[in-house]
């Protein structure tokens, strides 16, 4: 496993965090990749952040979903879905972990290390979400939340209108140049079987095929179309 210098110094991280751990193995957990875990036959050894992940994933989804009520108490659900899912997609978990320089605290084995994985946005996505976890599981729901509004609330805060949903507006710019609407396919899923990632393809008529993932398949679509309005410069 190739390890960086800043893996030894995980109490600097847990100082820009806020937080002094009580188990700092549950850090170390979460910065593990699962190309560096090491388990052994009687269940000892490390482990990667997959499990944290998973919880963190769910932690952020509340605390967020909350923030949002409270900041916006006057807005309808549907609005407050869009803004939810544009607070806690993998680009902004992402934009987050390399604030928080997670990629310097990354545990990779010489593979990842070699290929530059750590600038990965899904690695420091799910690196992100695996912190929030640990944070949860060590200092309870106020520590998770501690560090969650004091990097998701500016986003929420410079939010104007709530974000247009991406498949709408795709259909839109495909509608106004008399173009077929956009055509979605599954193209792959991967994962566990309760907790699945689909990966879907969207084809529009004269241009590139763009992909996108997400945890359930409508996520993976909006994905896509964002991906593929970037790419036209129409931007939702």
């Known amino acids: 496993m190739e390890s960086s210098k800043a893996e030894t110094d995980l109490a600097g991280l847990a100082e820009r965090l806020g937080h002094i751990f009580a188990e700092p193995d549950l850090l170390r957990e979460a910065l593990t990749h699962p190309s560096a875990a090491v388990r052994r036959p009687d269940?000892?050894?490390?482990?990667?952040?997959?499990?944290?992940?998973?919880?963190?994933?769910?932690?952020?989804g509340l605390v967020v979903a909350d923030m949002l009520l409270h900041r916006f108490p006057n807005e309808a659900e549907g609005l407050l879905a869009l803004r939810h899912v544009d607070l806690v997609r993998r680009?902004?978990?992402a934009d987050v972990g390399r604030r928080l320089?997670?990629?310097?605290?990354?545990?990779?084995?010489?593979?990842?290390?070699?290929?530059?994985?750590?600038?990965?946005?899904a690695l420091l996505s799910d690196a992100c979400e695996a912190v929030i976890g640990a944070l949860y599981l060590d200092g309870g729901l106020s520590a998770a939340r501690?560090?969650?509004?004091?990097h998701w609330a500016p986003m929420l805060e410079a939010t104007g209108?709530?974000?247009?949903?991406?498949?709408?507006a795709l259909q839109e710019w495909?509608?106004?140049?008399?173009?077929?609407?956009?055509d979605y396919q599954e193209v792959d899923r991967t994962g566990p079987a309760h907790e699945p990632v689909f990966?879907?393809?969207?084809h529009l008529e004269g241009q590139p095929t763009e992909r996108g993932e997400g945890r359930s398949k409508r996520l993976a679509e909006q994905t896509a179309a964002e991906r593929l309005l970037n790419r036209l410069g129409a931007n939702v």
């Open 43 to 60: 269940g000892t050894g490390d482990s990667s952040y997959q499990r944290l992940e998973f919880l963190g994933d769910r932690v952020l």
């Open 91 to 93: 680009e902004t978990l």
């Open 101 to 121: 320089d997670l990629g310097q605290y990354l545990r990779l084995a010489k593979g990842e290390e070699a290929a530059g994985e750590r600038d990965n946005p």
């Open 146 to 150: 501690a560090v969650i509004e004091e």
């Open 161 to 168: 209108h709530p974000p247009q949903d991406a498949k709408t």
């Open 174 to 182: 495909a509608q106004a140049r008399a173009l077929p609407l956009p």
């Open 199 to 202: 990966t879907v393809e969207v």
